[in-house]
């Protein structure tokens, strides 16, 4: 059984100008994980929301964004080099308030951990 097991995530991450939405690319998935390249330009916002079923964790390639971290607003700075996990049920989403792309790799543990808007 031949599986890919080394991505670049380089070529995920193809930023389309003007495109008014944070860029969401599946790098792969199974039952055990999904693992998505996101791609946020200055402004954009990925919003508050849980996942019910599993675990959600983020490493910042670049940039820097505004990172929610409770349901009441309060949040804190992510930037590249960081490693953010919010474990199942726990309201996270971020806010691009920097001058360049926030780029980072995203692991959500099981791939149907589901997906609900705070």
Known sequence: ??????????????????????????????????????????????????????????????????????QNGRSQTISQGCVVVAPTGCVHGVFNDGSEPLIFISVVCPAEAGYELA
Not at 5 to 15: L, W
Not at 51 to 68: I, K
């Open 1 to 70: 059984m031949s599986l890919t097991r080394i991505f670049k995530s380089a070529e995920f991450m193809q930023p389309i100008e003007g495109y008014g939405e944070p860029i969401r690319s599946v790098i792969t998935q199974s039952a055990e994980a999904v693992v998505v390249a996101w791609h946020l330009n200055p402004g954009q916002r990925i919003a508050a929301h849980v996942h019910p079923h599993g675990q959600d964790t983020w490493t910042v390639l670049s940039g820097t964004g505004d990172y929610q971290l409770e």
